[in-house]
């Protein structure tokens, strides 16, 4: 750069006032939140600075960058009037051509006074149209989403009340056909019992009055009268043979479906499994002892898998294990409370999940050991797209709308009953009541890739 560069200041013109004045009428005077912040800086525009020689040009009181009296350079004696964006001070033109600024980035003062005076305005100008963003946001969104959620909300409990209010009626409704009907069946009951109790008090006394009959004429008949009165005691021996033997009958009994509604049972899974106290099983494993040779299980105990022929080993005898059908069996058995399992049961077109009593037979390929075949297991089937429940050999067919990922069972130990599920969907697949008479063991079988028990 040479000794003769030109020398560019900053200067800020308006044709009606003085900038300065302007500047301070900005300052004490209110501001148009509507008007630019740059138009009531600059009286109405952006001005383009003109270069000045004049040394009153570089006073800027405003821009905070230099004072109002023109500074010396300290080893040139010279106006500080060029900025180094090097070192981010003010130089003055020897220090930028021979000095120690010398091919450093240097700008005229009066030019960088006047990019940062843009930057400030520009910077407000952006602070302004966020805070109008703002106060427009307050006024119109923030009102609008409040009335909205007041609706809202409304309509929710409108729609809470509503479907509380058609369960509890349903409810209601459900509770007094129930309670008719287990009132019925117990007066059924009663008048059977009271009509057997008449009958066979009946009978009692025929039969203790034939007897007594019987007695005396053994003891008080003369030899030759007992002789001849054969037929005399072959009819009262008769009469005493029909009365026949007393048995006990189903129709003695409570019948346990007059209690039984689907509409009950199901509320009553609903809120078991998703109510605030839904009950989980504790940690549940298979039991490497019961695992088939037909099956794999994983390192973590959780996964069968269904084995190719080839690949088959033969495992150590143990009495425990199922040596035929592809059975395994939990690690936990159940005997009282309330619990749930959970099985992902994956893409497997083969699988049985159910339970079983501890006691069920583990070897030989009868249906002894064949899950759902015997007294001894409850299990729900899918086989080649049909799902079935199966207990001692009867099946039940299952109306499944989609075909599920993972099934979840629970049972409630207290009231006997067992209920198949879909998690996903909480929708009933299965349930029934049975009463156990020992624990209860996690059965599972598959034939067809794998099986996971979840937690």
Known sequence: ?????????????????????????????????????????????????????????????????????????????????????????????????????????????????????????????????????????????????????????????????????????????????????????????????????????????????????????????????????????????????????????????????????????????TAVLLGPNAHRSSYLKFDERTVSPLLSLSDDFCTLTFVNKKARQSPRYDPARFDCWPNALGSVSVSSGTHSWMVDVGQSAAFKVGVCYTSLERKGSGNEARLGYNSQSWVLSHYDGDYSFFHAGKKVPLQVVRRPQRIGLLLDWPTQTLLFYEPDSSALLYSFTHPFSVPLLLACAVTDRSITILH
């Not at 981010?88 to 009066?110: D, R, Y």
């Not at 039969?207 to 007695?215: E, H, I, K, P």
């Not at 019948?255 to 509320?267: A, F, I, Q, V």
Request: aromatic share 2%; glycine share 6%.
């Open 1 to 269: 750069m040479s000794e003769d560069f030109i020398t560019c200041e900053l200067t800020c013109s308006s044709p009606s006032a003085d900038p300065e004045d302007a500047l301070n009428a900005v300052e004490t005077g209110p501001m148009d939140c509507e008007q630019p912040i740059f138009t009531a800086l600059s009286g109405g525009g952006k001005q383009q600075q003109q270069p000045s020689t004049s040394p009153a040009a570089t006073t800027d009181t405003e821009s905070g960058i230099f004072s109002g009296e023109c500074e010396l350079c300290v080893e040139h004696e010279s106006k500080l009037d060029w900025f180094c964006g090097t070192e981010q001070k003010l130089i003055c033109s020897h220090c930028a051509t021979v000095g120690p600024c010398h091919g450093h980035t240097v700008t005229p003062l009066a030019t960088r006074v006047t990019a940062v005076r843009n930057q400030l305005v520009d910077v407000c100008e952006k602070i302004q149209l966020q805070a109008l963003r703002i106060e427009r946001f307050i006024d119109q969104t923030l009102t609008a989403k409040e009335h909205k959620l007041q609706t809202a909300a409304s309509r929710a409990r409108e729609q809470v009340l509503a479907q509380v209010s058609a369960v509890r009626e349903a409810l209601e409704e459900e509770e007094q056909r129930l309670l008719e009907g287990v009132q019925r069946e117990e007066e059924r009951v009663e008048q059977c019992l009271l009509t057997q109790r008449a009958h066979w008090s009946q009978a009692l006394a025929s039969l203790s009055q034939t007897r007594s009959g019987l007695v005396h004429t053994l003891t008080h008949t003369p030899d030759t009268q007992l002789a001849t009165s054969v037929q005399e005691i072959a009819e009262r021996i008769e009469e005493a043979e029909g009365v026949g033997e007393p048995c006990d009958t189903d129709q003695l009994n409570l019948n346990p479906g007059c209690s039984d509604s689907k509409l009950l049972r199901g509320l009553w899974a």
